[in-house]
């Protein structure tokens, strides 16, 4: 099966350059979408998600974990360095996360002064994308395959993530890429 990826950005999670993904037309669609983190080495590979509900929705809820400590604190100069540097790791899939909130809302004006300039730092791209749930699935995990086999200088932000597999019964998507973001390492196609 094909499938094209038609991308639409950069947008952003504050408003201020009026690129506000919330407010955009294209943040009322389903799909596919990738984070871009700017870098003294470029654009790095930060984030691959897929969403059912409209990207804006999602983009409201990853806000929403990052403010409220479920969310990794990185450090935002190290960040916009091209380094991974944690100064809060955030509970998500974690047991006993109590004293893990209790630290990061003891300290939350440090951990705010970080989240801001890291958020502002994001260039957020989006892909329509009106398929069942599994295939969009299937192609975000196809991307992030492709970063996760990126040098390790590309990589560097990229976290580890869970995705969603092939079956032996699974069509193999060819996936093409059109108009593809500026993002190191991005492919104008893939194998999902």
């Known amino acids: 099966m094909n499938v ?9 999670f504050l408003g201020k350059n009026g690129r506000s993904l919330l407010l955009a037309p294209a943040g009322a669609h389903a799909g596919i979408y990738v984070w871009g983190a700017r870098t003294e080495r470029g654009l ?21 974990a990052y403010v409220s400590g479920v969310y990794s604190t990185r450090d935002a100069d190290a960040f916009v360095a091209g380094r991974e540097q944690m100064l809060h790791r955030g509970p998500l899939w974690r047991s006993n996360t109590l004293p893990a909130f209790q630290q990061f809302i003891d300290n939350f004006p440090f951990f705010a002064s970080h989240l801001y300039r890291t958020l502002q730092s994001i260039e957020i791209y989006v892909a329509p994308l009106e398929v069942v749930q599994r295939t969009r699935r299937l192609v975000e995990g196809g991307l992030v ?9 590309i990589r560097a932000l990229f976290p580890d993530l869970r995705v969603w597999s092939r079956l032996p019964n699974d069509e193999v998507l060819a996936v093409e890429c059109v108009n593809p973001p500026p ?6 196609r893939f194998e999902a």
């Open 4 to 12: 094209a990826l038609r991308w639409e950005g950069p947008f952003e």
């Open 44 to 64: 790095l590979p930060h984030y691959v998600g897929e969403t059912k509900d409209s990207f804006g929705k999602r983009h409201l809820q990853h806000f929403q």
């Open 145 to 153: 395959r492709v970063f996760r086999e990126a040098p390790h200088d």
């Open 183 to 188: 993002i190191l390492g991005f492919p104008s």
